[in-house]
Structures are given as C-alpha cells and as structure tokens.
C-alpha cells in the first residue's frame, strides 16, 4: 500500500501559475508510473500527465503539453505538477496516482492507488 497525499491547489488568475505536489508514504521501496488527472464538476476524470518511474520519460494529454510540466523527486518521494498559463477551463480537482505497471499510461484503470485531490480554481 502507498498514501498520496495532494497539495499546492488554490484559486489563481488566468494566465497565473500553481504548482502541485503529491506526497507518498507508505511502500515508496517500490518505484510506481506516476501520474495526475482531474475532474471538473458533473465531468469524468481526465489524464493530465504521466511520469516513468526514473522520471525520465513523461507524457501529457493535449491540453497540457505545453503549459504544465510533471516531474518527481524519487528521494523525497514526491510528485509535482507546475502548472503554468492557466485558464479557467483548468478548474477542477487534481489527483496524483500511483501504477504498479511500469508502463506510462493515461488510463485511469491502470492505476492503483490515489490522493484525496487538491481543489484547483482559475478565476477569468
């Protein structure tokens, strides 16, 4: 079992910046794919972005690429998520997930633990 534990959520301005991040306790010894999603109110979850396990392949849904940047710090076991240029669209509330599957994926099915989700709001 590992704990996720989200931060870093709040209102901001569009075209402002947040950055995210997601804590992990519990069984860290073993490396997992991380990744972020959201969900806006009356909307399925939606993949954000994904990290390998080294951190070093990453992979971004279209809204994203360009604008936020997903990376991880394996020794303090953290997950981050900076978020640049935002829009009111961005609005929703972020989850960190962990896959035991090595492989990166957007599915939210493939992954197998997830925070509580950090509440992100983007004023026009």
């Known amino acids: 079992q590992v704990q996720l534990v989200e931060s870093g959520g709040g209102l901001v301005q569009a075209g402002g910046s947040l950055r995210l991040s997601c804590a992990a306790s519990?069984?860290?010894?073993?490396?997992?794919?991380m990744g972020w999603f959201r969900q806006a109110p009356g909307k399925e979850r939606d993949f954000v972005a994904a990290i390998s396990r080294s951190g070093g392949i990453t992979y971004y849904a279209d809204s994203a690429q360009g604008r936020f940047t997903i990376s991880r710090d394996n020794a303090k076991n953290t997950l981050y998520l900076q978020m640049n240029s935002l829009k009111p669209d961005d609005t929703a509330v972020y989850y960190c997930?962990?896959?035991?599957?090595?492989?990166?994926?957007?599915?939210?099915?493939?992954?197998?633990?997830w925070g509580q989700g950090t509440q992100v709001t983007v004023s026009s």
């Open positions: 519990g069984r860290t010894r073993n490396k997992y794919t």
């Open positions: 997930a962990a896959a035991l599957d090595p492989s990166i994926s957007a599915n939210y099915y493939e992954y197998n633990y």
